[in-house]
């Protein structure tokens, strides 16, 4: 028989969490509506000064890509560990890590990636000017890979567990900060006219950081909540 | 004579020995405070720009040391425990967590606190404070999880991984925390520095002392009961006097 | 407790015509789900060509047992062996080696069967084109269902889509617990058939039923957690 290569399992799982997700398009645009809506409240919380709504802008949608992905982060392993997937997930014979990897780019292009592309829109209603809106963007882009990935960490620890939902956004949330600060605080450099390469490179780093320890970390946490 | 440490890791060893230590850190950080805080509310002069309002270092500074010393040690101990799956490793893990959120709960009171005669608000973002949040919230997470899961291996197990994860990202935070502060321009607290009255320093390292005494005195007591509630079904445990009676 | 520690006396045949024949070796296993004790000082050996059945009441840590072997819980004590090695050295090389099939049947309702068995096969390592996977639905029984999503088909032949995944893998190990839950007198034969064709290649199955299975020309092992 022929064995599957290590690329293969990498694109299998991706395609198939993919597919899965546009079959159950429903879960997927929840959790962007969501995205929208949390945008959406903060000028009628705080008010329309068009002043004030640009300086909050990056902060508000950052805050509010944080908490969407949370909100999906709990399906990311939960489905999978409820019909018995898991199970077989983890007697792969090749990598667990590369399949979990696989698993966290598809969550990133169903859950961080229309963020991302949704947020010229929003930038436009908090009236940010082209540049910073680029700035954001190429964050976002960046940064939520990172939130899907930590995240993933969390999704693994809490599987299974009653209110699992609220207690992974407790254990994620501290350590996404990172990517909050240097997201919202590349676009302030921008708008003040700074250079934002510093905050993109760090940025960057952290990406490449999660990318090499995060899915070796969350083969390890679901190893440990299947026992 | 070489010591068998190893001995020493087994709960039922560890229990007796844990009992008999006890009341030595107990009396020694009860001696240290009343040491500690007479240095330093009575000894030490006020000081030239806080008047008597910087006096509540004594408590805020050690505090804060301890909560984040404290987290590693916790990471450290919940590491070993996963790794070599040594029971009373883990068990020190959950031991320590409660006190660790303490300090860093205490170095936020104590930091609003001073905050508010200092600079006329009870908090300030500061780097150092919003870490210390930080570090609070991270503790809150590890004592969260270990307790939603039913499981004490897996508990164990789930919330060692989480301290690690944490302990690796508290450099980062920091550092990106820090960064934030400095691009804001927040105030930064600072304490009388280099300039400091011997008694200050006397009374300050009597108070940090005096804290970690405490902080292993009340990891020991509650370690102490984590063996008695995880080892209730095993042999040497009915046998205990105090279990007996 | 049962005891088998006598079958590791036995002097150990490992059938070693070709060397390419491995070996299941359990000694003195002991598991335990929270403060409760399921089993302890278990030992027992399986050698190609075998098949072993695990009889015991419910909660008598059947399941538990067999999730062991597959490495998903850690024994308290004991070990596990593949062919004179720790399964916990080999780690991804006896997954390699083995296929579990537990009480949940690890098939998503919006896929179709054909997708379905086409991923598993995946996971475990295996490249399985839609001309073979059509072929093993066939002989499931699953003719003309292959390409609708498995919601729509009963518990029955959710089963079997499970199932399938035994005909397109070439491991040399079956852990199957409960694998005739919810199948009809026709799937039962057809499953005794699968195994005794496996077991006559050199496989290994160990499993645990509360449904008689006749597996044709076979002895079958048992042993009894109580």
Redesign the interface.
Same mark, same amino acid.
């Given at each position: 028989m022929k064995k599957l290569s290590l690329i293969s399992l990498f694109v299998l799982v991706m395609r198939r969490d993919l597919v899965l997700a546009m079959r159950r398009r429903a879960d997927v645009l929840t959790t962007l509506i969501f995205f929208v809506m949390v945008v959406s409240l903060f000028p009628l919380g705080v008010g329309p000064e068009m002043d004030m709504l640009r300086k909050m802008a990056p902060g508000v949608l950052w805050v509010a890509a944080l908490l969407s992905s949370m909100l999906s982060l709990g399906r990311l392993f939960s489905a999978d560990y409820l019909d018995g997937t898991l199970e077989q997930m983890l007697l792969a014979p090749q990598s667990l890590s590369v399949l979990v990897l696989g698993k966290m780019v598809s969550h990133w292009m169903v859950s961080g990636l229309p963020l991302v592309l949704l947020t010229p829109v929003l930038g436009l209603q908090f009236d940010m000017s082209a540049p910073a809106i680029g700035v954001l963007m190429l964050g976002l882009l960046l940064g939520t890979p990172i939130l899907s990935m930590v995240g993933a960490i969390g999704a693994a620890l809490t599987l299974g567990l009653r209110g699992g939902g609220v207690l992974l956004s407790l254990l994620v949330l501290p350590l996404c900060i990172p990517v909050l600060i240097f997201g919202t605080g590349a676009v302030q450099a921008v708008s003040s006219g700074l250079n934002v390469s510093a905050h993109l490179s760090l940025m960057g780093a952290l990406l490449v950081l999660a990318l090499a320890f995060t899915p070796w970390v969350t083969a390890q946490a679901l190893r440990i909540s299947m026992e | 004579m070489a010591i068998n440490w190893f001995k020493y890791s087994a709960p039922t060893t560890f229990y007796p020995l844990a009992g008999k230590l006890i009341p030595w850190f107990a009396i020694s950080s009860l001696i240290l405070f009343a040491v500690g805080l007479y240095i330093g509310f009575v000894v030490a002069p006020a000081d030239a720009q806080q008047g008597e309002f910087y006096r509540i270092i004594f408590i805020h500074v050690p505090s804060s040391i301890i909560s984040m010393f404290l987290y590693l040690i916790m990471a450290a101990y919940a590491a070993l425990g996963l790794i070599f @799956?040594t029971r009373l490793s883990s068990m020190m893990a959950s031991a320590i967590a409660p006190t660790g959120a303490l300090f860093a709960f205490i170095s936020l009171w104590t930091g609003a606190l001073w905050g508010k005669p200092m600079w006329g608000a009870w908090w300030v973002w500061d780097a150092r404070l919003t870490s210390e949040l930080?570090l609070l919230? +991270?503790y +809150?997470?590890f004592i969260? +999880?270990h307790a939603?899961?039913?499981?004490? $291996?897996?508990a164990d $197990?789930?919330a060692a991984? +989480?301290a690690i994860?944490?302990s690796? @990202?508290v450099p980062?935070?920091y550092?990106?925390?820090k =960064? =934030?502060n400095t691009?804001h321009q927040g105030s930064t607290i600072k304490y009388s520095g280099t300039s400091m009255h011997i008694a200050m320093q006397q009374a300050m390292f009597t108070m940090l002392a005096a804290c970690w005494l405490y902080a292993i005195a009340i990891a020991l007591t509650r370690v102490r009961s984590i063996i008695l509630e995880r080892e209730r @079904?095993s042999k040497w445990i009915t046998e205990l006097a105090e279990v007996k009676s | 407790m049962a005891r088998n520690g006598q079958m590791l006396s036995y002097i150990i045949l490992r059938c070693s015509i070709s060397g390419l024949y491995f070996m299941l070796e359990v000694s003195n296993l002991a598991c335990s789900r929270g403060d409760h004790r399921l089993f302890s000082g278990l030992s027992f050996a399986l050698y190609p060509g075998q098949i072993m059945q695990i009889q015991g009441a419910n909660g008598s840590g059947k399941t538990s047992l067999l999730r062991t072997l597959c490495g998903f819980i850690m024994p308290d004590e004991g070990k596990i062996s593949w062919d004179g090695t720790d399964v916990k050295d080999l780690d991804e090389d006896y997954f390699a080696q083995m296929i579990y099939l537990g009480h949940l049947n690890a098939i998503k309702d919006e896929l179709s069967a054909l997708e379905n068995l086409r991923i598993s096969a995946g996971l475990s390592g295996v490249e399985l084109n839609e001309k073979d996977a059509i072929s093993a639905l066939r002989r499931m029984g699953l003719k003309g269902r292959e390409r609708l999503p498995t919601k729509v088909l009963s518990q029955g032949q959710r089963r079997r889509v499970a199932l399938a995944r035994l005909l397109v893998n070439d491991a040399a190990l079956w852990v199957l617990d409960e694998p005739l839950a919810a199948l009809d007198v026709g799937a039962v034969a057809l499953i005794g058939e699968l195994i005794a064709e496996h077991l006559a290649g050199q496989g290994m199955v160990i499993f645990t039923t509360h449904q008689p299975l006749i597996v044709a020309g076979m002895e079958m092992r048992s042993l009894s957690l109580s």
């Open positions: - | @799956n930080i919230f +991270l +809150l997470g969260a +999880l939603s899961i039913d499981d004490p $291996r897996r $197990r789930a991984l +989480l994860v944490g690796v @990202n980062i935070i550092f990106s925390v =960064w =934030w691009l @079904n | -």
